[in-house]
């Protein structure tokens, strides 16, 4: 702590002994007043290693398992909870409390160097929240007031050396730092465009900025979601242990803040019995699961391959999934063709709102023609303009029978066995592992992005691959190539059985086991016959 302010501050508290809850009860009691907040005081207890009475053991032990409380400070708190249970709340007090009362040290901070306690959180918006509190204590709280030298638009900078700020979670901007705390905010829906696992990278990417200061913490907080990623690995494999160093808590909205309206919470049950339990009861859903496996997806990519030029000979197939361009949805094309019994992806578009769909309907329109594709397949958003569009600039544009949840059952196949070969675009591969399954009360299943996330590129691969997949073919033998040049004289010498027998020849030589659709091949046979 800086000279300037450490004798002042020290009159108002004493330093060396002031726990979290002694700020919690002394110098933030307008905002932690009352009994509302005791399970919150016994989780602080437990995570900073404070004295607890027998009452708040027995409380602590039914929310972490039932488990003996750490015998030192945990390094880890993870705390899995309702909906309104004071999430926030408490993590905006840790991240003060741990801010105001750092004591800065050349042995451990260089010269110019910063400690920063962060929230980072799905989006700004959300982080703001806690931001927001932190900055009221500072604001209404006197002693910490004169401790602001800076403010910003994401946070705040204090005399003894420690920058308060906020993020979202890329696993890019938070390298580089020394954090005295780091609190991943919702990390059960942590998103990002460019990772399958953003949760686990941004983790990886925070845990060595915690390895030099002492008494560094990180904090997950998070409602529960799907039984899969960071909040839920760290549930299974440390919740109702004894550990000294990983705490994890469980509890229902009503346990952290019993001030809860229980009505609101029993008519949400009747509602949606599933839902009710992940957002009141800090349950995991049973109904929601994950598509694929990441590892499954990038085993079937290959390394390097941005797009693959159009072949002669090769037959293409095309899927559109159209977009309006003022939404948040993407407009994409995949292009891709058959080998055998796999699918190679050749090339993706994706035009990413605000664009004009004419515009890119003209774009799309033209790369189909470069790959020679007349013909090619949408979904059903937009009804039939997307159709007309097409058939304005050249090509045949038809509706997909098959529902998106669909395609995506057909493609799940070609994933697990590696029969579909995919481009290396870290966007497309994000969409498809974060693709989630989900059971109806029904019993019906159906596949769909996440909340808040995007599946525009992974819908048309997967209605490219259907189409490409659903076309039979015959392979192409040099048997089959002595039977075509062995045409009749009326059709062999003809311009048209000049060029099929020059294009079939070096079709054969570049594909010998390549796939020629069955249908057209059948119809030039009774031709020649």
Known sequence: MSANHQPKFRRFVEHENFSVIDAMDKLFPAWFSGGSWNTWRVVLKAAFCLKMTKDEIAIFRTVAGGRAPPRKRVRELWIVAGRRAG??????????????????????????????VQCLACDRSQAQIILNYVRSYFDHVAPLRSMVTRRTATGLELQNDVCIEIGTNSYKSVRGRAFLLS?????????????????????NAVKP?????????????????????????????HFAQDDDTVLVIQAPSLALNPTLDPEIIEKAMEDDP???????????????????????????????????????????????DPSGGSSGDSMTLAIEHREG??????????????????DVVIEFAATLKTYSIGTVQSDRWGGSWIVER??????????????????????????????????????????LCGLERRTARGGRDSIDHAPGGHDDLANAVAGAAALALGHQGVVVTRELLQRVAAMPPTRKYTAWGFRRRAALASFLQTYPRSVLPAEKFQHEEGEAR
Request: neutral net charge.
């Open 274 to 320: 599933a839902v009710a339990r992940a957002e009141w009861m800090a349950e995991w859903r049973d109904d929601v699961s994950g598509f694929v496996d990441a590892d499954a997806v990038a085993a079937c990519v290959s390394p390097g391959t941005r797009e693959l030029p159009p072949v002669r000979g090769v037959r293409y197939f095309g899927f559109v």
């Open 209 to 237: 900025g915690l390895a030099t200061l002492p008494g560094s913490m990180l904090i997950g907080i998070s409602s529960p979601y799907r039984k899969s990623g960071l909040l839920y690995t760290k549930y299974k494999k």
């Open 87 to 116: 999430k926030d709340s408490v993590a905006s007090l840790v991240a003060t409390y741990s801010a105001v009362f750092f004591c800065a040290d050349l042995r451990e901070l260089r010269p110019g160097e910063k400690a920063v």
């Open 341 to 358: 019994d796999r699918v190679v992806v050749d090339a993706v578009r994706e035009r990413r709102p605000p664009f004009s769909p004419e």
């Open 390 to 431: 097409l058939q304005a600039h050249g090509v045949r544009g038809e509706q997909s029978a098959k529902p998106k949840s669909d395609l995506y059952v057909d493609l799940l196949p070609l994933l697990n066995s590696r029969r579909i070969e995919l481009l290396d675009h870290p966007r497309l591969v994000t969409q």
């Open 183 to 203: 609190i991943l905010d919702e990390v059960a829906f942590y998103q990002d465009e460019t990772s399958a696992r953003p949760d686990t990278e941004t983790y």
